[in-house]
């Protein structure tokens, strides 16, 4: 016996359901996983900036802050340089001819400091112009050649010359953005003034102005930004702060290399 079109349609629908429900449930977002709707994310948890958080989740501000220490000392920045196969040629070269040295500096030479616990290259060292024959570092300035020794030695216009390289410069606050000043040659962070100016600054009419520091007024943990890991404290969000050198390990992720450690303090 056939079926009509009323008992046909009933029964694929039967069909349909009964080959979903062996099908596995979809999974739910885990706290800290992407998500772009709250039914996205597991029981418990809430869809906030398209990251699932626990609902109710807070914090007490620790007032520690992580960090990222890759030195202590200039001989930790250059415990895994290399010098080139070839140092012997090159620093021949540069005894026979102090103005053939670049190579040997360069090549042959750690040229990193550690500098506010942070390795930065330093350039070639030095002890006078004619050491520096490189036309992009071509002044010897506390040892080290530089890109430029006063603004005149930039030539691009506009550029000024700030501790030996060349950079966008600013005359005046004018010239820096929002909440900077323009300190001999280099725009800096400044104090703010008002709510107003922090709330185009972060683009967040909630923005507020406390002890020259611009920050979000909030009244729950989930109007600040969770990725950053802040919470709503004395109304206005911060940085919940850190307990342990692990929980900045966890912060810093993929960007501690090269042996740098994460320390909680």
């Known amino acids: 016996m056939g079926f009509g079109p009323g008992r046909r349609s009933i029964a694929i629908g039967l069909c349909v359901l009964a080959a979903r429900a062996g099908e596995p449930a979809p999974r739910l977002g885990a706290p800290g996983e992407s998500c772009t ?34 030195c202590e000392a200039d001989g930790d920045c250059c415990a895994d340089f290399t010098p080139s196969a070839d140092c012997d040629f090159y620093q021949m070269r540069c005894e026979a001819d102090p103005m053939d040295c670049a190579g040997f500096r360069t090549l042959c030479q750690c040229n990193d400091l550690c500098v506010e616990q942070r390795c930065a290259n330093a350039g070639p060292a030095c002890m006078l112009d004619t050491d520096c024959p490189s036309f992009s570092t071509p002044f010897c300035t506390a040892g080290r050649c530089v890109e430029c020794r006063e603004h005149a030695d930039c030539t691009f216009e506009g550029d000024r010359c700030v501790d030996g390289a060349c950079a966008r410069g600013c005359l005046g606050p004018d010239d820096c953005p929002a909440l900077h000043g323009c300190e001999a040659g280099r725009c800096v962070p400044a ?66 290399t090269d042996g740098a450690r994460a320390v909680c303090r």
């Open 37 to 70: 709707a709250r039914n996205d994310c597991a029981e418990g948890l809430a869809c906030l900036r398209s990251v699932c958080v626990p609902v109710g989740a807070s914090f007490t501000v620790t007032g520690k802050d992580c960090y990222r220490i890759e």
């Open 191 to 256: 104090p703010c003034s008002s709510a107003r100016e922090c709330a185009f600054a972060l683009g967040d009419a909630r923005g507020r102005c406390t002890g020259g520091s611009c920050s979000l007024a909030c009244t729950d943990d989930l109007e600040c930004d969770v990725s950053r890991f802040e919470v709503c404290h004395d109304a206005e969000c911060r940085f919940a702060g850190c307990e342990t050198d692990a929980e900045c390990r966890a912060l810093f992720g993929s960007a501690l």
